[in-house]
């Protein structure tokens, strides 16, 4: 049997300027492989624009082929910017990182979200050392909006050089002892990653084509670094159609590079380790209170049947104890008016029987009430047989009403703002 937490794989989908790609994952001896993955080609962000009736129409249709319920989103855009910031400490860190960027961003701050991770292994005194990331506000409420009004549970909407740096580290591309200018390059967009003991120190997002010359592109990064007096070995990872010749470089296909990096996150969100989240909950809070949620359904229903069964049950032994005063009062009747001696003492072993068969019946009046309780649709919050104890909640303006149906049972009340709480016992 399944247990009710345990791990599953989460579907995780890229989503690109002009593809939308499906990670299929699969589980094998207790490791997440990359199955497969479905690229489904469409115009989605050109020239600065996002093009929703794209987006919605291609994510739609993976949605419903795959009947997915459970997400991860890998964002693989260019609007989104890095910028690295030495602030004095405060206790309101966004708004001085908010200050900070306006008066050196030439950009309109409104229209992206914020979101900055202090770097705690640069510690500087009264100085913090922040990590920035800009995310454009109507892409992150357009894919929330349409995933929400379809039902899908996300677990994190994370960038995909998050990936792209991920696998770096697990595939041992990169070392601690070395400072890397990294270029990772596909049909539409290009990451370059500067590094310094593995942490970025510089990410740029640019926007790449076929006609794009990727010597002078490249070049012009490595002189830039240069210029700072930075010294570095120079990786480059591109898709096999790309034209470069002054350089050498790795052929990849960058999707699939992408979605094995996506694996690294899924592992981490089980292990409960941080990665770069554009999500205000964490993955794991996420993937727990979601599993949470769905055990709970698995309880309820449990709950209704013990409560259908208890119910049945009562109104079984209402009818029989019914029956036992019927047959009480026809006993009663056939006690003789005049009596000799020898009658009268089977009269009063007759008597120790009748006592007998009236505790039943007091039984039967009690069982009785609380039938007529339900009846009247009185909330019924608890039960508990072993100690003959009913719990009701009633509402304040019918607890008058509600006392008038219990007299001769035994009562304890708990009041609250809107409630009574009655317990009975019987």
């Known amino acids: 049997m399944r247990p009710i937490l345990r791990e599953e794989i989460i579907d995780i989908i890229l989503i690109a300027p002009d593809r939308i790609i499906y990670y299929d994952f699969d589980e094998k001896r207790g490791n997440i492989i990359l199955k497969n993955l479905e690229v489904l080609k469409t115009p989605i962000y050109e020239n600065g624009f996002f093009l929703k009736n794209n987006f919605e129409k291609a994510l739609e249709e993976i949605i419903n082929k795959y009947k997915i319920k459970e997400l991860g989103i890998s964002l693989h855009f260019p609007n989104i910017f890095f910028q690295k910031v030495v602030i004095s400490r405060t206790p309101d860190p966004l708004n001085a990182i908010k200050n900070y960027l306006q008066n050196y961003l030439p950009i309109n701050l409104e229209k992206y979200r914020i979101i900055f991770k202090e770097d705690i292994y640069k510690i500087s005194g009264n100085f913090a050392n922040y990590n920035i990331f800009l995310f454009s506000k109507e892409l992150g409420e357009e894919i929330l909006d349409f995933l929400f009004k379809n039902d899908i549970t996300l677990y994190f909407v994370s960038p995909s050089f ?141 709950i209704f049947v013990v409560t259908l069964i208890s119910l049945l049950s009562l109104t079984y032994f209402y009818f029989y104890f019914s ?31 009748l006592k007998e068969k009236t505790k039943e019946k007091e039984k039967e009046k009690k069982l009785d009430i609380l039938i007529l309780l339900l009846s009247k649709g009185y909330e019924l919050e608890n039960y508990d047989f072993q100690r003959r104890e009913m719990v009701f909640k009633v509402r304040k303006e019918k607890i008058e009403d509600f006392k008038k149906d219990i007299q001769g049972l035994n009562v304890k009340e708990e009041e609250n703002d809107k409630f009574f709480k009655v317990t009975l016992t019987f």
């Not at 270029?183 to 997002?205: G, M, R, S």
Request: aromatic share 16%; net charge negative.
């Open 323 to 353: 029956n036992q005063e019927k047959t009480l009062k026809e006993e009663i009747q056939k006690i003789p008016k005049k009596t000799n001696i020898s009658e009268i003492k089977i009269s009063l072993d007759y008597l120790l029987q």
């Open 162 to 302: 998050e990936a792209i740096l991920n696998n770096f580290l697990y595939e041992a591309l990169i070392s601690f002892t070395e400072n890397y200018l990294i270029f990772f390059i596909d049909e539409k967009l290009a990451h370059i990653f500067y590094l310094e003991n593995l942490k970025p120190e510089k990410i740029f997002f640019e926007e790449v084509s076929s006609e794009t010359n990727f010597d002078i592109f490249i070049e012009r990064f490595i002189n830039y670094f240069l210029s700072q007096e930075k010294k570095f070995e120079v990786l480059i990872f591109s898709y096999p159609e790309v034209q470069i010749k002054n350089y050498n470089f790795v052929k990849i296909d960058p999707y699939e590079f992408i979605g094995r990096g996506n694996i690294i996150l899924l592992k981490k969100i089980f292990q409960d380790q941080s990665f770069l989240d554009f999500l205000s909950l964490k993955p794991r809070t996420v993937y727990f209170l979601n599993k949470i949620k769905k055990s709970l359904n698995i309880t309820t229903i449990f």
